[in-house]
């Protein structure tokens, strides 16, 4: 080997050394950029949401979040089912006074005349849930519409249809639309002969509704659902160096973010629901990302979670600590006065869905807005 050739190996190495020892600076600082950022003790506003909008400006913005000229969906031309399942009152003696009772919440039920089309299997006498139900379960979905069954109890209240129960009048429900589709003509083909199958098996008659009937509630309800499906965002785009994804994952979960599975990092609401979900843009093997999204779900968290400005204060929250901006989809500052206007576009959105008997947040909204 010449003096020329140990020259310039020993240069090389210098420069893999070089280059080794700056990555590992610079996933170094990113590390410590955000353990600084989490390490403070002052009160996080994360899991506040009550604190989490300033007030905006007294001129009151014309909303353009809520649709307009959108009405109900008309349910599916069945017999109610909802009338039958009310729980009487108990009446109080009238010789003492005595404090109002407190009612339960009527149970939810699976078949829904507003977002399902409901079918009637006129039973020939009483059956045991037992006897039926491994037949019931054959039919779970048409398409990717979800099918469910209730029972009348002797007393004429509908649940789920459940071993060691006695009923006497069946209800096949299918769900008319979703985010997807519609409920079509061969989805619906499909599920009555099925049906029929089902009924001539427990021995029932099965009432089918009129095709065009439902066709026409499906496609109301899925314009509704179109109409209504909103999602919201906010950035908060790194102003220097990147962040260290290890690192920040960690400190995420520490203020209440939960780590799905799927990879998902979301916001408990407190009641078993998403109040938001966040995104590092990254893919599973970067170790830095440069900007974080939060994304509401606007139809599926309810108002009272106030989720616009929970996520509006979290974002407030990771900008200052991580040394950040908040800056909307195009990558622009968002300001208070533009924040205040969505923030009246989303309660207006609300009362809309609140006045069309799909509340956001509700069961039946989680149902179609899936």
């Not at 050394?17 to 994360?46: C, M, P």
């Not at 509704?224 to 994804?245: C, H, M, R, T």
């Not at 938001?276 to 970067?286: C, E, K, P, R």
């Amino acid at each position: 080997m010449t003096d020329l050739q140990a020259s310039l190996m020993a240069i090389g190495g210098t420069i893999v050394v070089g280059v080794i020892s700056y990555n590992k600076w610079q996933e170094y600082k990113a590390k410590k950029t955000v353990q600084r950022a989490f390490a403070s003790e002052h009160d996080d506003v994360l899991m506040n949401p009550g604190a989490a909008t300033d007030s905006g400006p007294e001129t009151r913005h014309e909303p353009t979040l809520a649709p307009d000229n959108v009405t109900a969906p008309s349910p599916a031309t069945e017999p109610a089912i909802a009338a039958s399942a009310a729980v009487d009152s108990a009446s109080a003696p009238a010789e003492a006074p005595v404090e109002a009772p407190v009612r339960q919440p009527q149970k939810e039920l699976p078949v829904d005349e507003l977002i399902d089309c409901a079918i009637a299997l006129e039973l020939g006498g009483p059956v045991r849930g037992e006897k039926i139900l491994p037949k019931l379960q054959t039919l779970r979905h048409v398409g990717n519409k979800p099918v469910h069954f209730i029972g009348q109890r002797e007393d004429g209240n509908w649940e789920t249809v459940a071993h060691g129960a006695l009923y006497y009048g069946l209800f096949a429900g299918v769900q008319l639309a979703n985010r997807s589709s519609a409920l079509n003509e061969i989805e619906y083909s499909e599920l009555i002969t099925r049906l029929r199958q089902i009924a001539d098996d427990i021995e029932a008659e099965l009432d089918v509704p009129d095709m065009g009937a439902v066709m026409a509630s499906a496609r109301s309800l899925h314009q509704f659902v179109a109409e209504y499906d909103a999602q919201l965002s906010v950035n908060i785009q790194a102003k220097g160096a990147p962040w260290a994804i290890n690192t920040l994952l960690a400190a995420l979960e520490r203020q209440g973010f939960d780590l799905r599975p799927d990879g998902r990092l979301v916001m408990p609401d407190g009641d078993g629901g998403v109040l938001f979900s966040l995104s590092t843009n990254v893919s599973l093997a970067a170790e830095t990302t440069t900007r974080l999204t939060l994304l509401l779900d606007v139809p599926r968290v309810t108002p009272s979670h106030d989720g616009f400005g929970a996520m509006i204060a979290c974002a407030r929250m990771l900008a200052a600590r991580l040394d950040g901006v908040v800056v909307d989809d195009g990558n622009q500052p968002l300001t208070d006065a533009a924040l205040a206007e969505i923030a009246e576009q989303v309660a207006a959105f609300y009362t809309h869905m609140e006045e069309s008997n799909i509340p956001a947040g509700s069961v039946r909204a989680t149902r179609l807005f899936s």
